[in-house]
């Protein structure tokens, strides 16, 4: 072609990428082995599976298939490994971490070049964007392994981590698991995915490079079914990071579920993409193609449904198909293509099957003119027009480079539709009336929002899911504390120390506090003095009824259960709340959700005038303990009193656990905010009939949550009788219900529900991993004791930023400026 020509044309011509130096390593290492202890080390079956190009459906490489003898030796590796890593100085860590992220620059053209080879992603993207982050995510933590001892006194690293990775960042998921896990002290044992193993091979070499201590990380390769399984029911890991598909996510929930094992998920989405009539359509459509067209549309936080506003629908959409037709798609290393391969044909394959439902289901299919490269596993970029909100495409994560189109009228109609998804990932929020941005964003619920931009990650802006999008974040300070433990639950039982679950109440608050101690002489003292009114009458009979959107209310059953204290006598009978009133009070605990909305000051309001009402009547509520647990007065009175110190607390963190402002490189700023998480069950430990409840229902509604507490069935009075602290301190109605009963029961029926975001539960083992197992359902957040005691008359165990933490969640809103 001539110069000439090439001016009248505007065509591009090729322009590869050299692949002869990936090419040339990758035959240097074949087959490659498993990376355990800093050595190459063959798999025990000597068994291999093919790695292959996408873009070309040719076989690149063998790679070791590791099973459960290799993940063992693997996981023994890192557990020697952890007692000195752990002790390394953060400095030390964070000299690795600062070299690491050296390395990953200094090796950044091999490590693009073999992540588009293997995954079949453009050299574009691997280039400019996935392993800069990559080095972004260690130079970041880096800094948090130098500063860990400062800034989180009180914390220890958790131990060996399990990390398993999706195939569509393969090197950036490693980072964003690596990263935190080794600032914090971890040491690790991670399971890329069967179809991109490569850069993570390369990255075991760059340990080796950098003298990494052996064992502190090791890279096994291999099947789900086999390493992937082997790891997650592993007994001597502390935790498991994944990210991957809500559907495994879900499984490795059920599998880990009362083991102790601390768990976070990075899940699928289906985030919607919302452009309002005041946006800049030309920008729109750059933000669409890189919304649902970046990485082929692999991206678990894509913008995969357009909603759009119906008076500019028409017009959006023939700019998108004229941009469509402009896209590039082929040689992933080529530099001028903008769409590469379909990780595999498999892959390939489900998306077609997809989109061919969608087409049966009525939806309107367009695709550009512009041919796909007929071997290797491409799809070309899809538009659906005529989509049904409640249809498949519209509800199933396609995972692929299929955009579907709804239009809505008005803003409120778009958050709706927005959120009708069991997603909750990300968002973005086109219009260039700022005002009308950042109203709409923090009514979405989804981990982050965007406005006017998409898919826009960095290290220091945590990342993660609403609702079935999973929980934990990765990046920011908040994720590091998915790799941390507090220090005062290390050292009484950490899971290397050996768990020694309490079998019941009685012993969990002795092996607590030591007050345990039944203390008779105090309950004869008392029944002496207090059981008859001093003329010889019986005392009024009292029975509580459940508490329940403000009002007392009758138990469904109509049975009581009697509540007896220590020595058998009887103090009162209290509702038995079932499945029916449980569920009445959810319904109470979600219409409330306005309290979410109510600002800090008038939260701390509230819970200062419980503190106040309570206060007035705390001999009579130090008498109901003592009656309870025949504890001295003394140490009755002692109760109360750190139950109103713990509201003050919480009134005074409601204005002060706030979010920050992230300054990521890029021209504007993030709001990290912390929200509410909605709806929270709690069923309340046994030790402390009243601290023990208000420990639980003071940070949750503090943060703004609403929630249905199950008080200790062995004694629950003293809960009861906040009915009237509660009526009388302005707390709105449905803020806070109560349900006595059966805790085990009660909690299985709230962990199921579908409307309860999050269960905490401080109960027995069994009842833990119960209520672990039932939060599947909705993928809810869980937070359990395992049985284990805590001292709640402990400031450092009994309240503070753990509670808060549990209590929130946090959405980053994105906001660049500048024209
Ligand atoms: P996947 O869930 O099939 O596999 C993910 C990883 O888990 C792989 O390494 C796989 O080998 C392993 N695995 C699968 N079954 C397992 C089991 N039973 N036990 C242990 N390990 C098992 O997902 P995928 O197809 O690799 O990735 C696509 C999915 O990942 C999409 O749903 C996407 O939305 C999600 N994703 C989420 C994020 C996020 O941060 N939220 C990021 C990327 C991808
Ligand atoms: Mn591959």
Known sequence: MSIMEIFETMAYGPAPEASSLALAWIKEHEPFQLFINNEWTAPAAESYFESSNPATGKGLTKVAAADKADVDKAVSAARKAFPSWSKTPGHVRARYLYAIARHIQKHARLLAVLESLDNGKTIRETRDLDIPLVARHFYYHAGWAQLMESELPGYQPVGV??????????????????????????????????????????????????????????????????????????????????TGSTEVGRSIRKATAGSGKKLSLELGGKSPFIVFDDA??????????????????????????????????????????????????????????????????????????????????????????????????????????????????????????????????????????????????????????????????????????????TNLFDAACGFGGYRESGYGREGGKEGLYEYVKPAWLAAHHGRSGGVKAATHAGEQMEASNGNGAVHTDALEEFSATDAQDGYGFPPIDRTPKLFIGGKQARPDSGYSLTITGPGGRVLGEVGEGNRKDIRNAVEAAHKASGWGGASAHNRAQILYYIAENLGAREAEFARRIVEQTA????????????????????????????????????????????????????????????????SLVAPAIAMGNTVVAIPSPRAPLSATDC????????????????????????????????????????GSAEGSKAVELASISNMKRTWVNYGRGRNWLDRVQGEGEEFLREATQVKNIWVPYGE
């Not at 044992?189 to 990380?217: C, D, H, N, W």
């Not at 700023?669 to 069950?681: F, Q, S, T």
Request: include cysteine; glycine fraction near 6%.
């Open 723 to 762: 009915y009237q602290v509660f009526e009388t301190s302005d707390v709105p109605a449905g803020v806070i219900n109560i349900v006595t009963g059966e805790r085990e029961a009660l909690s299985k029926v709230l962990a199921e529900h579908h409307d309860v975001n999050s269960m905490w539960y401080f």
């Open 631 to 694: 504890r001295s007065y003394a140490d009755a009175l002692n109760e109360v009193r750190t139950s109103l110190s713990r509201l003050f607390s919480y009134a005074a963190w409601t204005d002060k656990f706030e979010g920050s402002v992230h300054l990521p490189p890029l021209r504007g700023a993030v709001l990290a905010m912390k929200e509410p998480i909605g709806v929270l069950g709690l069923a309340c430990p046994d030790d402390y009939p009243l601290l023990g409840f208000v």
């Open 161 to 242: 981590v399990g990390q398993i990775i999706p195939w569509n960042f393969p090197l950036l998921m490693l980072a964003w698991k690596i990263a935190p896990a080794l600032a914090m002290g971890n040491t690790v044992v991670l399971k890329p995915a069967r179809y991109t193993s490569l850069t993570a091979l390369k990255f075991a070499e760059i340990m080796q490079e950098v003298g990494l201590p052996a064992g502190v990380v090791n890279i096994v390769t291999g099947e789900a079914s086999k390493a992937g399984e082997a790891l997650v029911n592993h007994p001597d890991i502390d935790k498991i990071a994944f």
């Open 280 to 453: 800049d359509l030309d920008s729109v459509v750059e933000g669409v193609v890189d919304a649902i067209w970046f990485n082929q549309g692999q991206v678990c936080c894509a913008g995969s449904r357009l909603l759009v506003q119906e008076n500019i629908a028409e017009r959006l959409i023939n700019k998108l198909r004229a941009r469509m037709e402009n896209l590039r798609i082929g040689d992933p290393l080529d530099k001028t293509m903008d769409i590469g391969a379909i990780v595999s044909p498999g892959q390939r394959q489900e998306i077609q099957n997809l989109v061919d439902i969608g087409v049966k289901e009525g939806a309107q299919l367009w695709q550009p003119s512009t041919a796909c490269p007929a071997d290797g596993s491409f799809f070309p970029p899809t538009l659906f027009t005529n989509v049904a909100p409640a249809s498949t495409l519209a509800q199933v994560e396609i995972f692929g480079p299929v955009l579907v189109t709804l239009t809505f009228r008005t803003p409120a109609e778009a958050v709706e539709i927005a959120n009708n998804t069991r997603y909750g990932l990300a968002a973005s929020v086109w219009s260039d009336n700022i005002n009308l941005a950042l109203d709409i964003a923090p009514k979405l619920k989804a981990g982050s929002v965007w406005i006017n931009s």
